[in-house]
């Protein structure tokens, strides 16, 4: 029974992702933004203390999109003024797997189509179309609710024990919610400067846009930084003509990713953003599944949003411990 129920429920997670991930956006950007909101409605009515946070919130996501644009645009230009040393090193790869025996060329010719491009195409900007979707469904959540953050808490607090419990457990998850991001930023701010330095003394070009695209896509765990690693491999073998130099290149932006993620980022975090290692990894890549990119960004604060909650009540705190890291 309880295998089905699982079942079921990510099948319903999975088919209703076009209604529930812009909801689970929604509750973790109201979780983030609401101290701003609260603030501004002190001293301001409350219509324009929420259009004020919601104009600093957009101009926030507008930022990052931005940042990881204009670095990919920048790495694009770069690609099309260089195209020659692609075309000699895809000679050179040729050439030498000729000599062992796989004929790369006729492959090839065989499966490259102008069609594929134009399906490439197609599936790009319906992605980016979908995007674009998501994000104004997940505004008009946002702004719905930052309207009703006041009425839901007078509701919860006046149902009883159970309600308090349950509004405790949501004021715990939205102060580590905001501790995450504040501290996912400086880790991705002090990533992106770091991986800027090393490109520079490596002689790499476009160093500001790789320590940009790096802080930018650090903020998707596992997957953004493994973008912002491969990326820069793949133009210092062209740059450099050779796989030394790409190597030490990708081991010194794994090490950098690594010490950030893996050491730095959980000792300032503490123990109350505490999650194992194996549960970041299985949460990430299991969010991607269901709902793709979004997925991989709110994988990680949905996880800490469940070990909140079920921390909160004795019935669930085992598996509040469970996902926990340590003893």
Not at 122 to 138: A, D, E, K, N, P
Not at 260 to 289: C, D, K, N, Q, T
Request: proline share 3%.
């Amino acid at each position: 029974m309880g295998l089905c129920v699982a079942f079921l429920a990510v099948a319903a997670l999975y088919f209703a992702q076009s209604i529930l991930a812009p909801i689970a956006f929604a509750l973790f950007v109201i979780a983030i933004v609401w101290p701003v909101q609260r603030k501004l409605q002190r001293v301001l009515p409350a219509l324009l203390a929420l259009v004020i946070t919601m104009l600093l919130t957009m101009c926030a996501i507008v930022l990052l999109g931005s940042m990881i644009v204009w670095g990919f645009g920048r790495a694009g230009q770069w690609l099309v003024s260089n195209g020659g040393r692609f075309q000699i090193l895809y000679a050179q790869m040729v050439e030498r797997l000729d000599e062992h025996g796989f004929a790369v060329a006729g492959l090839w010719a065989e499966y490259f189509d102008v069609r594929w491009l134009l399906v490439l195409f197609q599936q790009v900007s319906g992605r980016i179309q979908s995007l674009f979707s998501f994000g104004v469904v997940t505004l008009i959540f946002v702004i719905l609710g930052l309207l009703e953050v006041d009425a839901t808490q007078d509701k919860l607090a006046a149902m009883g024990e159970g309600g308090r419990a349950f509004l405790a457990a949501c004021r715990a998850t939205a102060a580590k919610l905001q501790r995450y991001m504040l501290i996912r930023t400086v880790m991705s701010l002090m990533t992106g400067v770091v991986i800027w330095g090393f490109i520079s003394f490596a002689g790499l070009d476009l160093a500001v846009e790789w320590g940009v695209i790096a802080f930018a896509m650090n903020y998707i765990p596992f997957l953004g930084p493994l973008v912002a690693t491969v990326f820069p491999t793949v133009f210092a073998v062209v740059q450099f003509e050779g796989w030394r130099a790409a190597a030490a290149v990708f081991v010194v932006l794994n090490l950098i990713q690594f010490l950030s993620g893996s050491y730095f980022e959980p000792r300032i975090a503490g123990r109350a953003l505490a999650i194992s290692p194996f549960i970041v990894l299985l949460a990430v890549l299991f969010w991607s599944f269901l709902w793709g990119l979004p997925g991989a960004f709110i994988g990680i604060p949905v996880t800490i949003a469940a070990i909140t909650v079920c921390d909160q009540y004795a019935g669930s705190r085992w598996a509040a411990r469970l996902l926990a890291a340590g003893a």
